[in-house]
């Protein structure tokens, strides 16, 4: 899809915002002004117009130890009593904070007062299990209230929450728990998805006993919401039930001010080696701009609005667009546990109709697998309600895009095509949709506050017309503070690249409006789905399976999913010793050949190394497909080069092979993949 970046480039649609639409906008084109007159000033308006300060901060951005940032440094506030209580006091108790709707159909509704006592409650079972400030809290939950509930329970206590997405295997869960020394996990017996329920409680019981009594974890508690309904084995002493500590709870709970870098949460995310970061955020600059981004770009009108992200709380976009950015804002919003094609192919399009969805966030590849699926499915449903549409995870091509507008926004609702990371924490390239004039395909411009640059190699910014490397080259609110536990990896891998600057890992182009087109990471990083996967991670996992004794993954492009993880392994043969007990023994791939291992073999053998990734890391990470092949093409220093296995994933003709160490692997390979 990025490939064709030129044909992209003579996109010549564009969308100006209607009369009326411009007429009621909350973002006007002065906010760039204010911002560029003065930048950590424009953050400091925003933070005392969006925000409740415990105390005033008299400082903005302290960045005399680069790349480490303070924001607001000397200010103090609650960040739950900001999402919470604020609303309650200012007279909006009443106004429904959240419209849960569950897979089967049944559905709750907590307005603010309510969701506030919730969380008051949950708070108070936190602090009697021992948690406090700054200790860290494991999340793993499905979409439901509850995951709302324990985040905000746990940032009011000054605590620190890692939500693990529920797609995670119990290994997974594991290296988080650990690498953040967890105390206490929050999760749930199952959740509803595609139509039943999937068990989540079973992978938090294997993932603490992982390595036995000699490798116990530091967790104490694990907190059990009753969802599904299944059948779960119970450790006594460690275990508790949800709803038994929160009918015992004490229900008023007052939220105590925290310096504003108060840590906030960790969210880890895949990077370019096998382990992944701890992404860690804090609290008054993320509020702030997760904020400001969230009213802004989606032009909120907290009193007429209905808000629909349809992302998981297990990724950045459920951290900032669904709990935090929202409530701070008092919006109305909707939140799903579900699968989009369960029970039906229509049920997002039911969802905005029976609620009146009026904004939607979504990702590119739902976006596609709905225009696959046809227009008759939405439009047998009322989606008169829309009035602007959201994109994130990926490039939204300009056809999926022109779709979305036409089909599922009636041809008038804006599109704002938002492009940030989970290190950034909130959005850094968007349009505003009272003031720009859209092209479909294109982020386009950083929002105000935000300083981008493309720059090349050398660390020069490109001009217009030309392509490069993404960076941001001032510090924002919401950024990264750090990689838990890890300062080295931190300025290592965002700020060595270009001294100074943050350099995110994307490719991007600047079209001759100076607008930016996002062309994809340029290392070794996959985006499945909108949903970021290593491949150092994934070919760790495959050569832990002992009939593996070499692998390599990359991402393929895929129609619907942006990218797809295929995976080329090299086999090791099935041997019986003498004792007659099987063995493994390395074959040597100059004679192996593939014809060594019938298609039944190799059918069988690469759909268990599929459902060993998926046991391993987790479902979202299972290769598409698996190819066992004799050799990998390597150069001479050995680095295998993966832009020839992408030609052959991909079914391209395969590219220049002059720098392998032999040339002829790339035969083999492709013989056997065609
Ligand atoms: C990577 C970040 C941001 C929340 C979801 C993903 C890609 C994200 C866009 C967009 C083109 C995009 C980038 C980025 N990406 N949004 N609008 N256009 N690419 O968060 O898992 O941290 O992944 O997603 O490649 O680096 P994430």
Same mark, same amino acid.
């Given at each position: ?20 639409? !411009? ?19 424009? %953050? ?15 400082? $903005? ?7 480490? #940032?303070? %924001? ?16 309650? *006091? ?12 569950? *897979? ?32 860290? /809290?494991a999340?793993y939950?499905?979409?439901?209230? *509850? ?17 693990v997405?529920?797609?995670?295997s119990a290994e997974s869960l594991r290296a988080r728990i650990d ?6 996990v ?16 079973p992978a938090v019981d294997a993932s603490l006993t992982i ?6 974890s530091?967790v ?20 508790? %039930? ?48 997760? #904020? ?40 109305? !919003? ?13 049920? %997002? ?54 779709? +979305?507008?036409? /089909? ?85 891998? +965002? ?29 070794? /990083? ?42 080329? /392994? ?24 593939? $014809?060594?291992?019938?298609?039944? $073999? ?61 040339? !002829? ?10």
């Amino acid at each position: 899809m990025t490939g064709s970046i030129d044909n992209l480039l003579h996109e010549t649609r564009r969308f100006a915002p209607s009369e009326e639409f !411009q007429a009621n906008a909350v973002a006007q084109a002065e906010l760039y002004d204010r911002a560029s007159e003065d930048r950590p000033a424009f %953050w400091g308006e925003q933070a005392r117009e969006l925000l409740h300060w415990h105390t005033p901060f008299t400082k $903005t951005l302290n960045w005399s130890n680069p790349p480490f #940032a303070q %924001w607001f440094e000397d200010g103090e506030l609650n960040v739950a009593y900001n999402c919470l209580d604020r609303h309650v *006091e200012a007279g909006n108790g009443d106004r429904i904070a959240l419209n849960w709707e569950g *897979e089967p159909g049944d559905s709750v509704t907590f307005t603010y007062a309510e969701l506030t006592a919730e969380v008051k409650k949950a708070a108070n079972v936190l602090l009697s299990l021992g948690v406090g400030r700054g200790d860290r /809290v494991a999340i793993y939950l499905p979409m439901i209230p *509850e995951a709302v509930i324990s985040m905000l329970a746990v940032a009011r206590i000054g605590a620190v929450h890692s939500v693990v997405f529920g797609g995670f295997s119990a290994e997974s869960l594991r290296a988080r728990i650990d690498d953040a020394s967890a105390r206490l996990v929050i999760t749930a017996d199952g959740g509803w998805r595609k139509g039943k329920v999937s068990a989540l409680k079973p992978a938090v019981d294997a993932s603490l006993t992982i390595g036995g009594d000699e490798n116990p974890s530091t967790v104490e508690h694990v907190l059990v919401v009753k969802r599904g309904k299944n059948d779960i084995d119970w450790v006594e002493g460690r275990d508790l %039930w949800w709803h038994d500590q929160i009918a015992a709870a004490d229900t008023e709970h007052e939220a105590q001010p925290f310096p504003a870098e108060t840590p906030l949460f960790i969210l880890y995310t895949s990077g370019t080696t096998g382990k992944p970061k701890g992404i860690l955020h804090t609290s008054g600059g993320y509020l702030t701009q997760a #904020a400001f981004t969230h009213k802004n770009v989606f032009d909120l009108h907290p009193e007429t609005d209905v808000y629909w992200s349809t992302a998981d709380v297990g990724w950045i976009t459920g951290h900032t667009y669904v709990v935090y950015g929202p409530l701070a804002n008092g919006a109305t !919003q909707v939140i799903y546990e579900g699968t989009p094609d369960s029970p039906h192919g229509g049920r %997002w399009w039911e969802i905005v109709q029976k609620y009146g969805v009026t904004i939607l966030y979504a990702a590119p590849t739902a976006i596609r697998t709905f225009m696959k699926l046809g227009r008759q499915i939405p439009d047998q449903f009322d989606l008169s309600s829309l009035r602007l549409l959201g994109s994130v995870g990926e490039p939204i091509n300009p056809e999926a895009w022109v779709w +979305y507008r036409d /089909v599922i926004g009636h041809g008038t609702t804006p599109i704002v095509d938002t492009w940030w990371q989970t290190e950034t924490g909130a959005m850094m390239i968007s349009a505003l949709p009272g003031v720009t004039t859209l092209k479909p395909g294109s982020a386009q411009v950083p929002l105000p506050g935000i300083h981008i640059e493309v720059l090349d190699e050398q660390g020069t910014p490109v001009g217009k017309n030309s392509g490069g490397l993404l960076v941001v080259a001032e510090p924002w609110p919401a950024m990264l503070r750090g990689i838990w536990g890890d300062p080295d990896r931190y300025v290592e891998t +965002y700020w060595s690249t270009f001294p100074g600057k943050y350099f995110a890992g994307d490719g991007a182009r600047l079209d001759r409006d100076g607008d930016v087109w996002l062309l994809g990471r340029v290392d070794d /990083v996959m985006n499945v789905s909108g949903h970021r996967l290593s491949t150092a991670e994934i070919e760790s996992s495959l050569v832990s399976h002992p009939r593996v004794a070499e692998a390599a993954v990359v991402g393929a492009n895929d129609e619907t999913t942006g990218q797809a993880v295929v995976a080329f /392994v090299i086999v090791r043969a099935e041997t019986a010793d003498d004792d007659g007990e099987a063995d493994v023994t390395v074959v040597d791939a100059t004679t192996l050949g593939v $014809t060594a291992l019938d298609a039944t $073999t190799l059918d069988a053998l690469s759909a268990e190394l599929r459902a060993h990734v998926a046991t391993q890391i987790g479902a979202i990470a299972r290769p598409k497909q698996v190819f066992i092949v004799a050799e990998l093409p390597k150069t001479r220093s050995g680095k295998i080069m993966r832009r020839l296995l992408r030609d052959v994933a991909e079914g391209r003709e395969i590219g220049d092979t002059t720098t392998l160490a032999d040339a !002829q692997v790339m035969t083999v390979i492709s013989g056997t993949v065609g």
